[in-house]
């Protein structure tokens, strides 16, 4: 299950890498410690084998997606060199994979004239891009919904910026007639259209947004940290596919290679339409290692050390798996869609369950059927727990309970709120595994109503 044959192709790269520094003298002695170097290395695969098969098709429950074997390549072929792509002196090569990669990403969107890097992951991409948000509307409030990620509000925070939380409809999604009122006053600077939420994977309107944009000149930012790969899919639903479609019309855009990309963590990326912002980033660095005349990576981030690894890592992949409608990488998102709605049919047919709404990207809610929402939460962790037991990883989730709306029927609404089971199809083999998971689920959801 996990890649081995794929080494020799590593060590074959590593030779060749080995042949480019082939004219300087060797080095003399060796790293300390390597005597010991088998007996640690082994020590750390057995602390490694105490984690959830995050790898396999049976792990279903948060947003964790494997490399691709090439990404996981190309990081440890960079890892022998360690390159920094903060400035250009250290990290040549991978600066320009960088940009080259980040370039591609943009195309995604539309854009060919834009301002944009890879960053640490979404928190810190979703910073640089509030950050330039309350640089160009000083004073003014950001605005998200309340299934955004909670990072917004602790950003916020971190800069001093005003927040507000916006409610959802009961699809999880902003609503706009509540948006619409609020813009209204005139002090808010930023809105943030989350492009598939952490929690239920709902997409925002943006198409909604940008109307009330034009209207009320207020930058829209588009987290679309874990959605906006989904881009290229074409399988989407109406509503997705039309806020989608605009994603490129959003002021800045966060997107996270290290979820939806097969890249290894961490690999976020923020994107500017407006190339103009990089003057908010200027400085005078006094290192004497900027000693190229080129524009530094360093020099349009607030971060400074970067791992060029990690460009190495995205470059390669989207060399081998070119960010195209109809390309394997695209159908690879499609499948997992697939499976989601594949679950979810499932889910909805058996009445030991209750959905809430359709999955618009590859995640699915759901709660069993009980008297109250009280018990139905506390059968969801049981069912959680049953389920571990027979290698099915799924997740829990805490989500207001108007989100099932008239679908729970009978059930007494006695808290605000559902432990909902949870399930990311985010890996292209689930569709694959569709019955399988449901014949652990369905095993261990009959092993908990019978105890």
């Known amino acids: 299950m996990l890649d081995q044959q794929s080494l020799s192709a590593l060590l074959e790269a590593v030779k060749r890498l080995e042949g480019g520094f082939a004219k300087l003298p060797a080095p003399e002695g060796e790293a300390p410690g390597m005597a010991r170097l088998a007996e640690v290395l082994n020590a750390t695969a057995e602390r490694l084998r105490d984690n959830y098969p995050y790898f396999h098709p049976l792990y279903a429950g948060q947003m964790l997606k494997p490399p691709h074997p090439i990404a996981r390549l190309a990081y440890a072929l960079a890892m022998w060199i360690n390159p920094n792509n903060h400035a250009l002196d250290g990290g040549r090569a991978t600066s320009a994979m960088e940009k080259e990669a980040v370039a591609e990403i943009a195309a995604m969107f539309g854009w060919k004239n834009f301002l944009g890097h890879l960053c640490g992951g979404g928190t810190m991409a979703n910073l640089e891009a509030l950050w330039v948000a309350g640089q160009l509307h000083s004073g003014k409030k950001i605005l998200a919904s309340e299934q955004a990620h909670y990072t917004h509000k602790r950003i916020s925070g971190a800069l001093h910026l005003e927040f507000e939380t916006m409610p959802c409809d009961e699809r999880g999604r902003m609503d706009t007639d509540v948006l619409a009122k609020r813009v209204a006053r005139g002090d808010v600077g930023t809105v943030v259209a ?248 369905s095993l261990s959801t009959q092993a908990v109503l019978q105890s």
């Open 194 to 441: 989350t492009m598939g939420t952490t929690a239920t994977g709902s997409v925002d309107p943006l198409p909604e947004i940008l109307t009330l944009r034009e209207r009320y000149g207020f930058r829209i930012h588009a987290d679309a940290a874990y959605g906006g790969y989904f881009v290229l899919a074409e399988n989407l639903g109406a509503d997705s596919a039309a806020a989608f479609l605009r994603i490129g019309e959003a002021d800045s855009i966060v997107i996270d290679p290290h979820k939806h990309g097969l890249q290894p963590y961490g690999c976020g990326c923020v994107l500017f339409r407006d190339p103009g912002v990089g003057r908010l980033y200027k400085h005078d660095s006094p290192y004497t290692y900027f000693s190229s005349a080129e524009l530094h990576l360093g020099e349009i981030s607030l971060e400074c050390s970067r791992p060029g690894a990690a460009a190495a890592a995205l470059w390669a992949t989207q060399r081998l798996l070119p960010l195209e409608k109809g390309g394997a990488f695209a159908r690879g998102l499609e499948r997992g869609r697939k499976a989601a709605q594949a679950l979810f049919e499932k889910v909805r047919a058996d009445s030991r369950f209750v959905v809430a709404f359709a999955p618009e990207l590859d995640i699915v809610i759901f709660v069993p059927t009980a008297a109250s929402a009280s018990e139905a939460s506390v059968l969801s962790r049981r069912i959680f727990e049953a389920a571990a037991q027979r290698d099915l990883h799924l997740a829990v989730a805490e989500l207001p309970i108007r989100f099932w709306g008239e679908n729970l029927g009978s059930m007494k609404r006695d808290r605000e709120t559902l432990t909902c089971l949870r399930s990311v199809l985010m890996k292209p083999e689930h569709l694959d595994w569709i019955d399988r998971i449901w014949e652990k689920l």
